[in-house]
C-alpha cells in the first residue's frame, strides 16, 4: 500500500478533506456595471514595527515564487548573456555536450549516463524560432522546453514521433503566418530553456548520436535579436539582487494572468512596480522585513525538500514534477534541488537512499540485490545508475559502468521475466553495477512510462543485502 507524502499538509493537519474540494468561484469584473479599477498603489504602513511586519510577509511570497526564476536566468546568463563566460554562445543556438557524462561531469548533479545532452536558451522578443528535429530512426530523444518558472512542455519521441518535422516555437500572443510543412509550437513566454537529451546507449554509438546533435537546429524567424538590458544575476540568497532579477522577470518574460493579483503584491518590493529595488531598501524598516522574508523563505524550502513524492518499499518517486500549476513551495524545493526537471509522462523517475530495513546503502558495509519480477515497463528504455551520496556524482570504477538498462549487453533476463541487478564493490557479469566504498543512491529512469507504471500496478521491491 502505497503511503502518500503531501507537499502541503496544512489541511489534512487541520482535519479538513483533503479531497473532492469546491474550487473557489472567480467573476470578471469588467462585465460589470461601472467597476474601476483602482489608481492608486496600495499603502505600506506607515508604523515601523507595521511595515517591517508586512515587508517579511511580502517578501517570504516573493522569495518562494521566485526561486526557479533566478535559479534559471543565472544559466541563462551564463550561456546566453555572459560574453565573457566560458559556456557562452548565445541565444538560439544549440550547446551540445558530446560525451557520455561520467564521474566529476560539472554541469549538474545526478546526470544520466546514457543520453547525450544540449542546452539552448531562447529569444522570441522578435518573432518565432524555427526548430528543425532530424529523423531519428527510433532512437529516443526529448526537446524539453521550460519557462523560466521551470514548467516543462516536449517535442520528443513520445509525443511527436522520430520521423522528425520542423517547429515554429512561438509565444501565445504570436499572430503570423505558419509556413508551410511547419508545426506551430506555443510556449508561455519569450525566453525559453531548451535542455535536449538523445539515447547513446554505448559509448561506441556516440559519433552517430553527436551526427544526430548537429541535426537539431534552430533558426530565428524574427528581424534582428532583443536590444533588451539583462541584470547581472547574484547571489541566491542576496534579497536584492535576487528581487532585481525577480523584476526582470516578471516584467520582460510575464506571468500567467492568474498569477497578476499575487504578484501585484510585490510592487512594494520593487518588483513590477513604480520603485526600484534600491529606493525600496533604503527604508531600514523595509530592509529587516525583507531580510527577514527571504530567511523564513529559505527555512521552509529547505525544510520542504524531501517532501517530493510518494514513498513506496523504500523508493520515492515524484509528484508532478515539471507542472506545477500554483504549488510554488513545491515548485521552489524540486528547482532547488536541481532545475531542469521533465514531466513523468516523458521521464519517470524513482530514487532510493536505504535497504529494506530501513539502512542507509553503504558500500562500506555490504553488497545489495534488487530483484524484480519484470522488468521496468517503459516504451523506449530504462536505466539503473547508482550515485555517490556525498557528491551527487557517478562513481568512479576500473571498468567505467554506471548503469545497467534494458540497452546492457548480455542483460540476464530469467526465464520467468524477472530481473536480478546487483550492487557491489567487486561487480561482476552484465547485470552488476560497482558501488562506492561509502554512501550511495540508486535512480531508475523510465522514459516513456507505461501505464503500469504510471498507475502503480508496477512496483518497485525493497533493495536487500547480500552477505559478503
Not at 479599477?37 to 496600495?42: I, N, R, Y
Amino acid at each position: 500500500m502505497r503511503r502518500i507524502i503531501p507537499v502541503l499538509a496544512m489541511t489534512s493537519a487541520l482535519g479538513l478533506p483533503t479531497t473532492a474540494q469546491a474550487e473557489p468561484r472567480s467573476y470578471d469584473a469588467a462585465k460589470a456595471d461601472q467597476f474601476l479599477e483602482p489608481l492608486a498603489e496600495d499603502i505600506v504602513p506607515e508604523d515601523p514595527v507595521s511595515r517591517e511586519l508586512h515587508m517579511r510577509h511580502t517578501a517570504y511570497d516573493a522569495a518562494i515564487f521566485g526561486q526557479v526564476a533566478i535559479l534559471t536566468y543565472k544559466q541563462i546568463y551564463a550561456q546566453a548573456i555572459d560574453k565573457d563566460s566560458k559556456l557562452y554562445v548565445g541565444f538560439n543556438r544549440f550547446a551540445h555536450g558530446r560525451d557520455l557524462a561520467g564521474p566529476g561531469y560539472a554541469t549538474f548533479k545526478s546526470p544520466n549516463a546514457d543520453t547525450l545532452y544540449s542546452n539552448a536558451y531562447l529569444d522570441l522578443t522578435a518573432g518565432p524560432v524555427l526548430l528543425t528535429v532530424p529523423p531519428t530512426e527510433g532512437r529516443y530523444y526529448t526537446v524539453n522546453l521550460l519557462d523560466l518558472y521551470g514548467n516543462a512542455t516536449n517535442i520528443s519521441a513520445r509525443t511527436h514521433g522520430t520521423t522528425g518535422g520542423r517547429y515554429l516555437l512561438a509565444t501565445t500572443d504570436w499572430g503570423g503566418e505558419v509556413p508551410e510543412g511547419v508545426t506551430l509550437f506555443r510556449v508561455t513566454q519569450p525566453y525559453m530553456w531548451i535542455l535536449m537529451r538523445i539515447e547513446a546507449e554505448t559509448p561506441a554509438v556516440l559519433p552517430e548520436v553527436r551526427r544526430l546533435q548537429d541535426g537539431f537546429t534552430l533558426e530565428p524567424m524574427g528581424s534582428s535579436a532583443t536590444q533588451r538590458e539583462f541584470p547581472a544575476p547574484g547571489a541566491i540568497d542576496d534579497p536584492a539582487a535576487f528581487l532585481k532579477i525577480l523584476d526582470w522577470v516578471v516584467e520582460q518574460a510575464g506571468v500567467r494572468n492568474e498569477e497578476l493579483g499575487h504578484v501585484q503584491a510585490f510592487r512594494s518590493l520593487g518588483v513590477g512596480g513604480p520603485r526600484t529595488v534600491e529606493q525600496v531598501f533604503a527604508d531600514e524598516a523595509v530592509k529587516r522585513g525583507v531580510e527577514a522574508g527571504f530567511a523564513d523563505a529559505r527555512t521552509v524550502i529547505t525544510n520542504s525538500l524531501a517532501q517530493n513524492g510518494v514513498s513506496s518499499n523504500g523508493w520515492r518517486e515524484p509528484l508532478d514534477i515539471g507542472r506545477y500549476g500554483f504549488n510554488y513551495i513545491y515548485r521552489a524545493s524540486v528547482n532547488t534541488l536541481g532545475t531542469g526537471a521533465n514531466v513523468r509522462l516523458e521521464n519517470f523517475a524513482f530514487t532510493t537512499f536505504e535497504d529494506a530495513e530501513g539502512e542507509t546503502l553503504d558500500g562500506a558495509k555490504h553488497d545489495y540485490v534488487l530483484r524484480l519480477a519484470s522488468p521496468p515497463p517503459a516504451d523506449f528504455f530504462w536505466s539503473f545508475t547508482v550515485y555517490d551520496r556525498k557528491t551527487q556524482e557517478l562513481v568512479p570504477n576500473d571498468r567505467n559502468k554506471y548503469l545497467v538498462s534494458d540497452n546492457t549487453e548480455g542483460l540476464v533476463i530469467g526465464d520467468d521475466g524477472s530481473v536480478t541487478i546487483t550492487f557491489s564493490r567487486d561487480a561482476k557479469g552484465p547485470n552488476a553495477i560497482p558501488i562506492p566504498d561509502g554512501g550511495f543512491y540508486l535512480a531508475l529512469r523510465a522514459q516513456g512510462p507505461r501505464r503500469e507504471m504510471m498507475q502503480g500496478t508496477w512496483q518497485l521491491t525493497p533493495v536487500q543485502k547480500l552477505p559478503r
